[in-house]
């Protein structure tokens, strides 16, 4: 795609650097406007836990969303459901609502026994270098505490190796961690937990480990979950843009249209943008249809 986007300049090192970051661009422009890309998320809900953070590449629900065998309908202001109860107490039972509030997810009523929450969200894409190993995925199984985030650590408590989160590939209770800038050798069948400042702070409070993990839940802490297998090469990681092989092509009109606003050929730069913001759009009111076909007919029953 970067000699593809290269073609109409001079060709050197400096326009292929350019062509690929202008890419890169391209490919978060183009997930965000368009909400053609999208993740699965599960969640370990403890409970009580009525308020759980969302993801960083969060923008919206794009599915239903599933809690112990329950699909939960959005709540709505009308509906005027109260949280509390004359004590000030959360109200609980097994979740029939939820709310989007600010990055976090609310749940009606708080949630009385534990669970996995289960959705399908429109992502930002969170751009991977380039490179046969720099990341290195890690099998996990039994999920046991909330969810593992992008961009904090995750620690064997076995082996004691770490690395950084790149990815969390969900799955109910199991799931695939991308990790970079790992150090050590992760071990099957050992815990792993996520590392981060809360953890951090709450661990001076505790002689040891292990009671950490008596209180983790209760805590709210990070992910928790066991290693299923060894760790393995991502050799294919930033081969190609995140999102589906069929929008590749309309990258590389963005591209274009900011290597030619870089030479001032103000021309040429709008031709390219306008067709790359045309076919943005039209995916963007094509994606979410995906799954129809053939004519529909509206009946209006009185």
Sequence with gaps: MVDRASIPFEPSDETKQKAKRYLEEAQQDFAFHSRCYQR??????????????LPDDFIEISGYIEF???????????????????????????????????????LYPSPSQTGILQFKYNA?????????????????KDLA?????VGESVQGLTSNATGIIFEDISDNKTGTLVLTDISGTFVNTE??????E?????????????????????LGLGGRA???????PHATAGDKPAVQQAYHPFLIDYSKAMLFEDLGDYS????????YMFNRDTVKAQHPHRHLYGSEQVIDVL
């Design 40 to 53: 699965n998320l599960s969640i370990f809900i403890d409970a009580n836990d009525h308020t759980i953070a």
């Design 198 to 218: 809360e953890q951090t702070m709450e661990r001076s409070l505790y002689n040891t480990m292990t009671e950490l993990l008596v209180q983790w839940d209760k």
């Design 268 to 275: 040429k730069s709008d031709k390219h943008m306008q067709r």
């Design 124 to 140: 930002t894409v969170n751009n991977a270098v380039d490179s046969a190993t720099a990341y290195k995925k890690l099998n996990y």
């Design 191 to 196: 815990q792993i937990v996520q590392i981060d």
């Design 68 to 106: 112990r065998n329950r699909v939960l309908k959005a709540y709505r202001d009308k509906e005027k459901m109260p949280r509390r109860n004359a004590n000030d107490v959360y109200y609980t039972g097994i979740p029939t609502n939820y709310d989007i509030q600010g990055n976090n997810i609310v």
């Design 145 to 149: 505490s909330n969810y593992f985030t």
């Design 226 to 232: 066991t290693v299923n297998g060894s760790p393995y």
